[in-house]
């Protein structure tokens, strides 16, 4: 009983950090975070995954995918470093199309935390941590702009 009863508030603790994730945290406050705290995923029990044995392990590797709405075609260039090292695992540079799909979640590590850049003829226009157990989508609207699409825990 007490094992269902701790996969009932795991499960709780996990939603509400996927609610926390969906809703942007005011700015005004006085805890001096910017908009971009929505980013960041605070809760430790939220980040601890449980695999599908219903046993507690390692967090999944997280999914990133990148998506070209940019008219014409652009050259992105992906880099991605250990979180903790900073020491680069995947340096790329590519051109992409209108609608084109870049998936790098094949080149992302069971339990590791990762620091994604991304440039966008020459300029980074993203640095963001990628966690493990999360899913991260986003959109190239055109060479100055990129918009986050999708950023949930799996």
């Not at 929505?38 to 990133?64: I, N």
């Not at 075609?73 to 590519?94: C, G, M, N, P, W």
Request: charged share 30%; net charge negative.
């Amino acid at each position: 009983m007490e094992r269902r009863q701790f996969l009932a508030v795991a499960g709780s603790v996990a939603a509400a950090g996927c609610a926390g994730l969906a809703f942007p945290r005011s700015s005004s406050g006085d805890d001096g975070r910017d908009d971009d705290s929505t980013f960041t995923v605070d809760d430790p029990v939220a980040t601890d995954a449980t695999a599908g044995d219903g046993t507690s392990g390692t967090p999944p590797a997280a999914e990133l995918e990148i998506l070209s709405t940019a008219s014409g075609t652009i050259d992105a260039k992906f880099q991605l470093k250990e979180y903790e090292s900073l020491r680069t695992v995947h340096e790329r540079t590519r051109e992409l199309e209108y609608g084109e799909r870049a998936y790098l979640s094949g080149l992302l590590t069971e339990g590791t935390n990762y620091l994604f850049d991304l440039s966008v003829d020459d300029s980074l226009l993203v640095e963001r941590p990628v966690y493990a157990g999360e899913r991260v989508v986003l959109e190239i609207v055109d060479r100055r702009t990129v918009k986050l699409v999708e950023r949930r825990l799996l």
